[in-house]
């Protein structure tokens, strides 16, 4: 089963409006990602949080990190209709699985102009 | 600088046929992913390489599935012979791992493959 789990699965709001997502994964992680992609198109990398980490900004975007419940949160402030787009956490194990990145199955975010 | 490059970006075959998709990763980058993403399965990851080795290979779905990193600036994933369930988009990432680096993925835009 996919490590991380996203939630919710789709979300549509207004331009100027927050969009919060969350994410959920199952075993110990090294770091938590999350990342954008846009229809048709690769994924982009947004953000990465370490396992030491709690919260990080970057822009409009606000990560928060909680290990003892594994969970994630991605916070955009001020939606834009350009941020239209599905949002993914990824998650990096510790030890022998440090070099696998696990996807979720993503949020789609749908932003009205 | 140019990113992961993928090709082709749309291949359509009929089943029974060999497919092969190829992949160029950032230069200076020493690991390279491919993933396959579909509609019901999400994104899976198919196997990864790190200074060109196979590092793991589990998710790879069967034999009919195999990819080679002959050199650090080329890769190929390879099915033979395809099936239609083999339809997807095939995904090729690379990135910088060190033990301070912690590894954020580069994407390709994609090869989405249709199988008839």
């Known amino acids: 089963s996919q490590q991380g789990e996203e939630d919710p699965q789709a979300l549509s709001i207004q331009e100027g409006e927050n969009a919060t997502m969350n994410c959920s994964y199952k075993?110990?992680?090294?770091?938590l990602q999350w990342y954008r992609q846009n229809s048709g198109r690769g994924l982009v990398h947004l953000i990465l949080?370490?396992?030491?980490?709690r919260e990080k900004h970057s822009g409009r975007l606000r990560v928060t990190l909680d290990t003892s419940k594994k969970s994630s949160s991605l916070l955009i402030t001020a939606s834009r209709a350009a941020d239209t787009a599905s949002y993914f956490c990824?998650?990096?194990?510790?030890?022998?699985?440090?070099?696998?990145?696990?996807f979720g199955q993503g949020t789609i975010l749908t932003v009205h102009p | 600088d140019a990113g992961v490059i993928q090709s082709p970006r749309h291949e359509v075959t009929e089943m029974g046929q060999e497919v092969t998709l190829r992949c160029k990763p950032i230069?200076?980058?020493?690991?390279l992913f491919w993933y396959r993403q579909t509609m019901m399965r999400g994104l899976e990851l198919l196997i990864y390489?790190?200074?060109?080795?196979?590092?793991?290979d589990s998710g790879m779905p069967e034999d009919r599935f195999s990819a080679k990193m002959p050199n650090a600036s080329f890769s190929t994933l390879k099915i033979q012979p395809s099936e239609p369930r083999d339809s997807a988009v095939y995904f090729c990432?690379?990135?910088?791992?060190?033990?301070?680096?912690?590894?954020?993925?580069?994407f390709g835009e994609g090869s989405r493959l249709t199988v008839l």
């Open positions: 990824a998650t990096r194990g510790g030890g022998t699985s440090y070099g696998k990145l696990t």
């Open positions: 075993t110990s992680i090294n770091n």
């Open positions: 949080i370490r396992s030491n980490e």
């Open positions: 230069s200076g980058h020493n690991s």
């Open positions: 390489f790190n200074n060109n080795v196979p590092i793991d």
């Open positions: 990432a690379s990135s910088w791992r060190n033990r301070v680096n912690t590894g954020e993925l580069f």
